[in-house]
């Protein structure tokens, strides 16, 4: 959904506020084109009591900064969270401030990086400015396809040492040798780590886009 016009954007929030109470999971697609006023924003919110996952696929926010408060303050309760990296980086810094602020459960993150565009810039700054966003420290980090950020990806992640159980990347260039002795060294809880070299063919297939018409 694009909301063109503010009619469109206050139908699109009353819509979202009428979620069911007993809602688990909301993926959300939207281009946010018109800004909310800050009164709008900063009223009392209803929070989405059984909201557990939350999924943010090609959110582009033209607008200001209010819409990801008025958002994320419904999500307390989320736990679980993916970003798709469609989504522009001056989404991606506010989506990581707010959920930071506002969304004090989540402790599970997946990354999915579209193949449809350059692998560059955006994953690697996607990667280091959402790791941050976990007040108590992520449990589990998911990254498929991706390039292993070598400037700031390991301190950014591990900050998340002591908590992280679940940790699995697939990787076009896979994590060092050092980067894999320090997370198997320091990471007290670790439960699961796959660091899988990344394969397209195998990636395209199983996304049922391999062209063969079988």
Known sequence: ???????????????????????????????????????????????WVSLKELTLQCVHDRSTKLFWPWLFKRCRNVERMTVCDRNMPETTQRIAENMFAYMPNLREITLE???????????????????????????????????????????????????????????????????????????SNLKTFKDVPYDKHFFLVRQGVDGSGS
Request: with cysteine; proline share 5%.
């Open 113 to 187: 990086i579209e193949m449809d565009r350059e692998i560059g810039y955006l994953i690697k700054h996607t990667f280091v400015t959402l790791l941050p966003g976990s007040q108590k420290g992520w449990k589990t980090v998911k990254i498929e396809p991706f390039v292993w950020p070598e400037q700031g990806g390991m301190d950014a992640l591990a900050k998340h040492f002591p908590t992280l159980e679940h940790l699995e990347t697939c990787s076009f260039r896979r994590m060092s040798n050092n980067d894999i002795v320090q997370v198997l060294r320091s990471c």
């Open 1 to 47: 959904m694009d909301p063109r016009t503010t009619h469109e954007m206050l139908r699109l929030m009353d819509l979202m506020d009428q979620c069911s109470s007993t809602l688990e999971t909301l993926n959300l697609e939207i281009g946010i084109s018109r800004e909310i006023t800050k009164g709008q924003a900063e009223e009392e919110p209803k929070v």
